[in-house]
């Protein structure tokens, strides 16, 4: 009966929902047993290099740069406020100052914080020990809470239980996972934030899954799409759980620091090219993988390279908020709404791409438990695109073109495309993921 069923939904696909031949081989070509060995080479690759680099004695790396930089201004924030000097957070002579006083290379590259004060106020407790100690100690957590959050996903994957090897062997081997571990970045807290609001849609409370996409008000540049697709898609208790959740968070922040702190650091992000120094603001394209970083490589003039970001991010959202509004499984609709918020977000680097492992592990389940779906090829290369390209960032200083973005916005066109047909409907095991 189930396959009469997928010869039905193959039998009344258009035309452009079937896979070209090349697609067909190309998926058909990525086996199990083909993606264990590669995640096994990629594993091997990145955390060989990442042993090597970080064996050196003391706080720099073999390449010069201070090990878990990322963290060390987050580290300076809580012990800023843990002295009770919070207003100076947005000070960069005072957070330069400060680093130099952790470690004595830090003048070599400029840090600045650029986070609400609730951020460094949840690293108070980490302030008292040294910033080795500290940075490992975060890491660590972080670690946990990102396996947690993939675990907690894959469990909802029923198709992918059988395969818990690869599935682990994928997780090594994602890209942003590596630089998420060796920059000491806040990466695994908006992974939390997407996984807990995904574990809300899929036991029907929109509330709370709202709540948990509004805590993202700490990084608001995720925040760019989702509150406009929730809108449009009219998902009223969602957008209420998310607006209650981020009011709530920065009026709390604003009632404990006072309203100086708060001004200061809504100016750092107004004007965060003064923050950020010349060097690593002519670097930051080709670490990033979203619209706005995609057409600033490929068009050489700003100003027409950010009206082609404001109007593709237009179109994305439109996209997402048809998806979101369709009857496709939840596992379809929250990877496309994942989507959204990278693509849209102007200020994404590799490392933030960790919030892609929900929406590429519920794809993969779906792929395996819709093989014969008309877009299941199609769906099953992009997936695995979608993981393997961030790798391939530092190409686009060269090519000019990062090839994740492509790839994530063809994923979702797809999503779109049959969102819109009777045959993106599942052909057994809805229940599932919705």
């Avoid at 002579?93 to 914080?113: G, I, T, W």
């Avoid at 009219?234 to 209650?244: D, E, N, R, S, T």
């Avoid at 120094?277 to 619209?291: R, W």
């Avoid at 009777?422 to 919705?434: F, M, N, R």
Wanted: glycine share 4%; proline share 7%.
């Amino acid at each position: 009966m189930v396959m009469e069923r997928v010869k039905i939904d193959r039998a009344k696909a258009t035309p452009a929902q079937m896979a070209p031949a090349w697609i067909e081989s190309a998926a058909k070509w990525l086996t199990p047993r083909r993606v264990r060995a590669q995640a096994i080479v990629l594993a091997l690759c990145l955390w060989g290099v990442c042993a090597v680099d970080f064996a050196t004695p003391g706080l720099l790396d073999r390449a010069g740069n201070i090990k878990f930089q990322d963290f060390l201004p987050l580290y300076v924030s809580a012990q800023l406020i843990a002295h009770g000097r919070a207003i100076d957070l947005y000070d960069q002579q005072v957070v330069a100052q400060a680093e130099h006083a952790v470690v004595d290379q830090s003048d070599r590259v400029r840090l600045p914080y650029l986070y609400g004060p609730q951020v460094g106020l949840m690293l108070v407790p980490l302030a008292r020990f040294s910033f080795p100690v500290a940075a490992r100690i975060w890491v660590v957590t972080s670690l946990f809470v990102f396996f947690g959050c993939v675990y907690l996903v894959w469990k909802s994957c029923p198709a992918l239980r059988p395969h818990s090897g690869i599935v682990i062997l994928c997780t090594l081997a994602f890209p942003p996972l590596f630089h998420f571990v060796v920059r000491g970045q806040l990466s695994a807290v908006v992974l939390a934030c997407f996984t807990a609001a995904f574990l809300a849609f899929r036991a029907e409370r929109q509330w709370m899954a709202g709540v948990a996409l509004g805590f993202l008000v700490f990084k608001p540049q995720f925040l760019v799409a989702i509150p406009i697709v929730l809108l449009l898609a009219h998902a009223w208790k969602a957008l209420a759980g998310l607006a209650v959740a981020a009011t709530a968070q920065l009026a709390l922040t604003s009632l404990y620091f006072g309203p100086a702190a708060m001004r200061a650091y809504f100016d750092t992000l107004w004007h965060i090219s003064r923050a950020i120094g010349p060097v690593e603001l002519s670097l930051a394209p080709i670490q990033m993988h979203s619209l706005r970083s995609f057409w600033s490589l490929l068009i050489p003039w700003p100003e027409p390279a950010l009206a082609l970001y404001i109007l593709s991010s237009i179109v994305i959202v439109g996209m997402v908020a048809v998806v979101w509004k369709s009857s496709a499984p939840l596992a379809l609709r929250f990877s496309a709404l994942t989507l959204a918020a990278i693509l849209a977000n102007p200020h994404l680097f590799v490392y933030d791409l960790l919030v892609l492992a929900p929406a590429l592990l519920l794809l993969a389940d779906w792929v395996l438990t819709n093989s014969q779906h008309p877009s299941s090829a199609t769906l099953k290369l992009l997936t695995y695109l979608a993981l393997v390209l961030p790798l391939f960032g530092p190409l686009s200083r060269w090519t000019h073109v990062q090839l994740s973005v492509p790839a994530f916005t063809m994923l979702l066109w797809v999503l779109w495309r049959d969102s819109r047909t009777p045959s993106h409907k599942l052909a057994s095991g809805e229940s599932a993921v919705v």
